[in-house]
């Protein structure tokens, strides 16, 4: 037996939103029709969406957002809900709001592409809505996944949805040293761009070095991968290449470490179609020390622009990001804990770009205390073990070397694998 979906309409909006939920999230199997007759005659555990239910199935009312095929400026109007508010209130339904276009509000990103569309300022998550409605700390859309399955259960005893289990990912990034190259002529101008065009990171790890805060990238990728692997978990590495020939970058013993591990690019958010051949050559230097790469994946850790920033590096054959998250915030960005495919608001279609959304990283919990930071990684990782979802979180790999600057963060690190693995 599965679900059967109604409505009157059938929008790409809707049918992406309701695939995310009762299939990505609850894994359950759904069909979908506009038909009133073949929908009442059906043998299916039935769900109307819409302005008023057809029978005695199980009844959502719907407000407009889901059914519009434009970028509209809205304020949803709000409801209390248990500790929080929540938007798109409305009566005589299973929920006191429509908890579809809620989900899709957010997951979408819709008040970023409203942002970006009347400013170039940097989109703030104190001003989000998800921070309005103190729901920025939970996987809001995964909740209320459950909440509706607890809703079907009670209606229909016997249905039974497939369970989903806990993951956790978490992602390393670092840059490629680079290195001077042989001859009078070609050191002459590697250190022009070094020093004039910054296309190469030589001075400032020389800089680092020299300061006592420099890493060395081949020693810290080796013990990152033993405490891993004694934590039977893996990582995700993305590797970020200097602006300059691959023969000018140290490969040799990264390659060897790199060689069982899952990795991807560290790129620059690329706002300008331009910068696809950026985000090309990145590939290709990253293919080189990965020759057998199947997967194309990425993140982004600067300014996360929509539409732009992810169609170009779908653009470039990129199927996979690990951007969607805020660097120096807590929080769930797309309110979900659950992978999902990108939905362009622009374009109003769905994308093959998958979306895995972290919730933490090193650079907040350096300014907490270990006790605070610990609780932190506690906290985040029971609300995502509870809907069953995939816990993300993003390092940098200095933040798990051995240096004194550091030794708070790498204990950090084994915590959250342990307690993750628990």
């Known amino acids: 037996m599965q679900l059967i979906i109604f409505s009157n309409v059938l929008t790409p909006r809707i049918k992406y939103i309701f695939n995310f939920i009762f299939k990505d999230i609850l894994k359950a199997e759904i069909e979908f029709t506009g038909n009133r007759q073949y929908f009442l005659q059906s043998d299916h555990i039935k769900i109307s969406y819409g302005d008023e239910p057809l029978g005695d199935e199980l009844f959502f009312k719907s407000t407009p957002l889901l059914f519009s095929n434009k970028l509209e400026e809205i304020k949803p109007k709000t409801v209390s809900f248990g500790e929080y508010q929540v938007p798109f209130a409305v009566e005589r339904s299973a929920l006191p709001f429509d908890v579809f276009a809620a989900s899709f509000f957010m997951i979408s990103r819709y008040e970023e592409y409203l942002h970006q569309r009347n400013t170039v300022e940097e989109f703030k998550p104190s001003k989000s809505y998800q921070h309005k409605w103190r729901v920025l700390d939970r996987p809001i859309i995964d909740e209320w996944a459950l909440i509706i399955k607890s809703i079907i259960k009670k209606k229909h005893p016997t249905f039974k949805f497939q369970e989903k289990k806990f993951q956790h990912q978490s992602t390393i990034h670092f840059s490629m040293l680079t290195h001077l190259p042989e001859g009078f002529l070609n050191r002459t101008k590697f250190i022009f761009s070094a020093v004039f065009k910054k296309e190469n990171n030589y001075l400032s790890s020389k800089f680092d070095r020299l300061t006592g805060v420099g890493i060395n990238n081949e020693q810290v990728l080796e013990e990152v991968n033993k405490i891993v692997a004694s934590k039977k978990n893996k990582v995700l590495y ?81 199927m996979s990001d690990y951007s969607m998250g805020y660097s120096n915030v807590l929080g769930f960005r797309a309110g979900t804990c659950t992978p999902f495919s990108w939905y362009d608001l622009q374009l109003e279609k769905v994308t093959p770009l998958m979306v895995n959304s972290y919730c933490l990283t090193d650079h907040i919990l350096q300014f907490l205390t270990r006790e605070e930071a610990v609780k932190t990684i506690h906290s985040y990782i ?39 693995g628990n």
Request: charged content about 20%.
């Open 238 to 318: 993305f590797v970020d290449f200097p602006d300059v020939p691959m023969n000018f970058i140290k490969t040799d013993s990264i390659s060897k470490n790199l060689n069982d591990q899952s990795v991807g690019l560290l790129n620059s958010c690329a706002n300008y179609k331009q910068n696809i051949t950026e985000i090309k050559d990145g590939l290709v230097k990253l293919k080189k020390i990965r020759p057998n790469l199947i997967t194309l994946t990425s993140q982004q850790l600067e300014v996360l622009k929509f539409p732009i920033c992810y169609l170009n590096i779908l653009n470039s054959g990129i």
């Open 382 to 420: 029971d609300a995502v073990k509870m809907v069953n979802g995939t816990f993300y979180s993003s390092w940098n790999l200095k933040s798990l070397s051995d240096h004194p600057k550091y030794k708070k963060l790498k204990s950090l690190f084994s915590e959250m694998l342990s307690y993750a």
